[in-house]
Nanobody, 127 residues
Framework: QVQLVESGGGLMQAGGSLRLSCAAS????????MSWFRQAPGKEREWVTAITRLGFNKYYADSVKGRFTISRDNAKNTVYLQMNNLRPEDTAVYYC????????????????????WGQGMQVTVSS
């Protein structure tokens, strides 16, 4: 059974940093491309960032470029999201997601691309 479990969320003041982790089990992690999505209250789910299977390529939404960094440790079956210079508008539930497919520029930001999802982790940024 595939499981993705996020951790590391919480409350942070604007300008601060948080690191989210997503631990995977029940799959061969180095064959899975990973992404982070987020959903703020009353808003649609938004793609944040993606990383290819071996971590060679990374992609970011414009809203987080230069502030967020995605990385992975395939030996630990874990993907990370380092979030720096947090803003109140970063407040959302953050989800990690995985797919056995190769990432394509036309689809990596679409939720339907991903077969596996975590349960979500709340991140709240106060002003």
């Amino acid at each position: 059974q595939v499981q993705l479990v996020e951790s590391g969320g919480g409350l942070m003041q604007a300008g601060g940093s948080l690191r989210l982790s997503c631990a995977a089990s029940g799959l061969t992690f180095n064959t899975i491309s990973m992404s982070w999505f987020r959903q703020a209250p009353g808003k649609e789910r938004e793609w944040v960032t993606a990383i290819t299977r071996l971590g060679f390529n990374k992609y970011y939404a414009d809203s987080v470029k230069g502030r967020f960094t995605i990385s992975r440790d395939n030996a630990k079956n874990t993907v990370y999201l380092q979030m720096n210079n947090l803003r109140p508008e970063d407040t959302a539930v953050y989800y990690c997601a995985g797919t056995e497919s190769f990432l394509k520029i036309t689809t990596y930001s679409l939720g339907g691309t991903y077969e596996y999802w975590g349960q979500g982790m709340q991140v709240t940024v106060s002003s």
